[in-house]
Nanobody, 118 residues
Framework: VQLVESGGGLVQPGGSLRLSCLAS????????MGWARQEPGKGLEWVSG???????YYADSTKGRFTISRDNAKNMMYLQMNSLKPEDTAVYYC?????????????WGQGTQVTVSS
């Protein structure tokens, strides 16, 4: 099982980045997917994700600026980030989660650094 994030980098305030998450080793479409981030010395913050019914949610701090999407045929999830702010600087993680009668299955990627700075 593997989740691999890509697309992070250094961007100026107001700029955009598109993060990608490539999943392998599990049946992607069966999993609830999401993005979380962590700033140095702080706890994990949920950024955006999908509910079980396929609808999406966003943290208040990212609403209107970030857009999450997924392509089950390609085992990919994306996070389009626009109007980036310095406070968006963090390591962004891809997350996969599934609960069934056999238990809970939860996976994390290794993270990709996003730095918003002039």
């Amino acid at each position: 099982v593997q989740l691999v994030e890509s697309g992070g980098g250094l961007v100026q305030p107001g700029g955009s980045l598109r993060l990608s998450c490539l999943a392998s080793g599990f049946f992607f479409s069966d999993y609830v997917m999401g993005w979380a981030r962590q700033e140095p010395g702080k706890g994990l913050e949920w950024v955006s994700g999908f509910y079980m019914n396929g609808s999406t949610y966003y943290a208040d701090s990212t609403k209107g600026r970030f857009t999450i999407s997924r392509d089950n045929a390609k085992n990919m999830m994306y996070l389009q980030m626009n109007s980036l702010k310095p406070e968006d600087t963090a390591v962004y993680y891809c997350h996969a989660d599934r609960i069934d009668y056999t238990g809970r299955y939860e996976y994390w990627g290794q993270g990709t650094q996003v730095t918003v700075s002039s």
